[in-house]
């Protein structure tokens, strides 16, 4: 059947980007509503293609795109109504600088403390080893929901709620990220470590000069995986800000959608995209890690 | 040696083995405590914690205990919101199987060799990526009565579009659409691929040699080998829809319209009524079930996945 074999991979290529622009097409509904003004959504004219009109501006002028396209953007930079802050930048571009800080700050604790600890479990001998280990494992399963009430109280304590060192220690220390680099360090040959230490190398040599270096694809996994993960925070920076100095993008943007009865969704769109568009950019720079950190991370199971 | 081989050892595991203890150990164990007693952690200092035994449990179940004026104490059904939240949790739950299909079958798309497969398995993965709060406004808008793309679109085949997050019938199915969406492209499809990665190729073969047709492929060869991560990716998918779907209800319905969620429920109980206790009481009910789900569900793995 000459036919069907011609046609099977046209088929297949019609349903894969039918399929992609389906999934896609919610991003292209964002960038193009950010870009227009309020009473643009409120044209009523049925529109086959939603980006057309703009596209047609574009074309038409294409200064107006640096004038008026970007009105939402420069309007959310903008945006100041912080009270609170005592100092430093306020409004909308707090929320980006600390969204940044929060995912910086968590993926360096993660990748340093898990680092760590995984090269004890994998790599040294001493009393309890394997009883910790299996407690860590353990706690894999335990859900969120039932440590956060606690952790919550054991800040309160210390006087810490409503602090950066808050929103940040807590997600710092991580299980899964230890086991994950552990399972990367056992594959590490023992060979090459016992010849480092003939040649007069301490532990924190072994760890810093040969288990890191062989491991880059692992912490890069772990490293994007953290930062993703963190970017996107919501409960638990909710549950323990209650400023809005203190507020990650995630919950700078509820207070935006909160702010209008009739939503500006113009400008919620070129806030979402603030909030999205980093996540893209770094999928596209680091997605062959990704698959790298699902592969090593579905091992657990 | 001993001392010095611990001492060396402390030194790398302590920075985690602290923040373990204080963020994962301690609060377990506090949790499980808390959940037997009674607290208003913004009136109360923490030595004010009471112990009430099993009056958390009683109350999630759905009742509440009450004292008339002869001293007399009686048991008085209140509202089942925990069951409600369970309820609603575990509807939106039902889209678990067809979200697995799906993947599966992108997986089956994209296991090819064939040019642009990457662009395509990325272009599924983006979603899953960037899910989070401002996904969370852009579907809002999308599912926007009048002007939202979703609305759009089926009126150009003629259907006037419900008030999506606004109505009891439809909030659910948009949040599971959402979450579908954010989903079937993610973590499982790249699983499903691995695993069809592994399947060898002589399986096939022999299997078309024998005449079997694409679909009886697929269903006869296929299948049954992705059994065991199948069986993986069923048992997190439940965890995961179990504990979370925090997020999309509080940002986009603020769980009206049925679509309160457990873990909603929960914040809600214990960040703004402020029962701490009644809401470690909740959290633990909620792993109860998780643990026993997983438990079953590996039972069965372990029977059914031997051939």
Sequence with gaps: MPSRIKSGPLVVYGLLVLLAASMLFPFYWMAITSLKGKADVFSTEPKLIPGRQLAERVVDDPRWFFHSGTDNYSQLLAWQRLVESGSGPRGFSRFVLNTVFFALAITLGQVITSSLAAFAFARLRFPGRKQIFFAYLATLMIPATVTMIPSYILLRELGWVNTYQAVILPSVFTAYGTFMLRQFFLTIPREIEDAARIDGCSPLGLYWRIALPLSTPALAALSIVAFVGSWRTFMWPLIVSSTEDLFNLPLGLTLFRGMYTDPDWPLLMAGSMVMTLPLILVFIAGQRYFVEGIRLGAVKG | ?307
């Excluded at chain 2, 992108?106 to 993965?125: Q, T, Y």
């Excluded at chain 2, 509080?250 to 029962?275: A, C, I």
């Excluded at chain 2, 206790?277 to 109860?288: E, I, K, R, T």
Aim: hydrophobic letters at 55%; glycine letters at 8%; proline letters at 5%.
């Design chain 2, 1 to 307: 040696m001993r001392s010095r081989a611990l001492g060396i050892a402390a030194l790398f595991l302590l920075p985690n083995l602290l923040g373990f203890l204080a963020f994962t150990l301690f609060p377990v164990v506090a949790s499980f405590a808390l959940s037997f007693c009674r607290w208003d952690p913004v009136a109360e200092p923490v030595s004010a914690i009471e112990p009430v035994g099993l009056r958390n449990y009683v109350d999630l179940v759905g009742f509440h205990s009450r004292t008339d004026s002869g001293g007399q104490t009686s048991w008085v059904a209140n509202t089942p919101r925990f069951w409600e939240s369970l309820y609603n949790t575990v509807f939106m739950m039902l889209a678990i199987p067809f979200n697995m299909a799906a993947s599966l079958l992108l997986a089956v798309l994209l296991n090819r060799k064939m040019r642009g497969m990457a662009i395509f398995r990325s272009a599924f993965f983006l979603p899953s990526i960037t899910a989070g709060v401002g996904t969370m406004l852009l579907w809002m808008w999308m599912f926007n009565k009048d002007m939202g793309s979703i609305n759009q679109v089926l009126a150009w085949v003629g259907i006037q579009g419900p008030d999506w997050l606004q109505s009891y019938f439809w909030a659910k199915p948009a949040l599971m659409l959402m979450a579908s969406w954010a989903g079937i492209g993610g973590v499982n499809m790249i699983l499903y691929l691995a695993g069809l990665q592994q399947i060898p190729r002589e399986l096939h073969e022999a299997a078309a040699l024998d005449g079997a047709g694409r679909w009886q492929q697929l269903r006869h060869v296929t299948v049954p080998m992705l059994l065991p991560v199948t069986f993986f990716i069923f048992i997190i998918s439940i965890i995961s829809g179990l504990e979370g779907g925090f997020d999309a209800p509080y940002v986009m319905t603020g769980g009206s319209f049925g679509t309160t969620t457990v873990s909603l429920y929960l914040y809600r109980q214990g960040f703004e009524f402020f029962r701490m206790g009644y809401a470690s009481a909740v959290a633990w009910v909620l792993f109860l079930i998780v643990f026993l789900l997983t438990m079953i569900n590996w039972r069965l793995a372990e029977k059914r996945v031997e051939y």
